[in-house]
């Protein structure tokens, strides 16, 4: 009797900090119990052992940032009957598109003594940019219960079942009191689930590690914020963070000036 087909997953890192790619290996018993459907063929945080594709499932942490690695998206791609981003890198360009509101000469500059050896792209871009995307996994880093659904899912041939409601949401379920009602700023309405409202529960604002959430008011917020007594350049500065290149997180970074 032939053996039965198992999933071929392969996993790619692009520029991003690998926080992403932990969260996987940090599934460690939870991956056993999927060996038997999975063939792990690439993933070189993981082992050398990397084989050739075609590969059902990658998943792809970083964002694009040289033009080597926007031709490589393009390869993986080809070779990938799906393809899910994790991570704000991935989705939304990282922290590294703060690079896309300012001159990336100016910055390679200050930073490396011949910059004339340094070859970057202007921006900052998340990996949809360049390739269709089957699937984004929100969080800085992931969560690892959340990338098991979706591995678990893409097995299955169904719809990952993550929610797309805001942290608040999480602060009801856990019992937080808002800490907007108390006074202190948050990135709570507009931001992602996944966390489980870990900033909120010890009395800070959430930074939105998140990205936006599926239908946010970032303007409805930045009144919110204003009212609070924030002034517009922390506005923009907290739009500008982990998801700066994140739709609607910069339009209203945008929209607090320069």
């Known amino acids: 009797m032939p053996a039965p087909h198992r999933t071929r997953l392969a996993v790619w890192k692009f520029a991003s900090c690998d926080g992403c790619q932990l969260s996987l290996l940090d599934c460690e018993d939870e991956l056993l119990l999927l ?12 082992s050398s052992d990397m084989r050739d594709g075609p590969y059902d499932l990658s998943l792809v942490e970083g964002s694009i940032t040289t033009a080597h690695d926007a031709k490589r998206i393009r390869q993986i791609r080809r070779k990938s009957r ?17 690079r896309n509101f300012a001159d990336i000469k100016e910055f390679v500059a200050a930073v490396y003594a011949s910059p004339q050896y340094i070859s970057t792209l202007a921006t900052s871009t998340p ?26 899912a893409f097995l299955a041939g169904r719809r990952p079942a993550v929610p797309a409601h805001s942290v ?3 602060c009801k379920q856990r019992g937080t009191v808002c800490v907007m009602v108390q006074g202190t700023p948050c990135l709570g309405p507009v931001t992602h689930a996944g ?27 930045a009144r919110e914020w204003q009212a609070l007594g924030a002034r517009p350049q922390e506005i923009r500065r907290v739009f500008r963070s982990f998801n ?15």
């Open 35 to 46: 060996a038997d459907a999975i063939e792990i063929a690439n993933f070189p945080e993981a």
């Open 82 to 98: 799906h393809l899910v981003t994790i991570g704000a890198c991935a989705m939304a360009g990282g922290i590294q598109a703060l």
């Open 127 to 152: 990996i949809s940019a360049h390739v269709d995307v089957d699937y984004e996994l929100h969080g800085c880093p992931i969560n690892k219960v959340q990338l098991l659904e979706v591995i678990s």
């Open 168 to 170: 608040c949401i999480e």
């Open 195 to 221: 966390c489980g409202a870990i900033c909120p529960s010890y009395r800070r604002g959430c930074y939105g590690c998140y990205g936006p959430m599926e239908t946010p008011n970032t303007a409805a917020l």
């Open 244 to 258: 700066a290149a994140a739709e609607p997180f910069r339009k209203e970074s945008e929209a607090h000036g320069d």
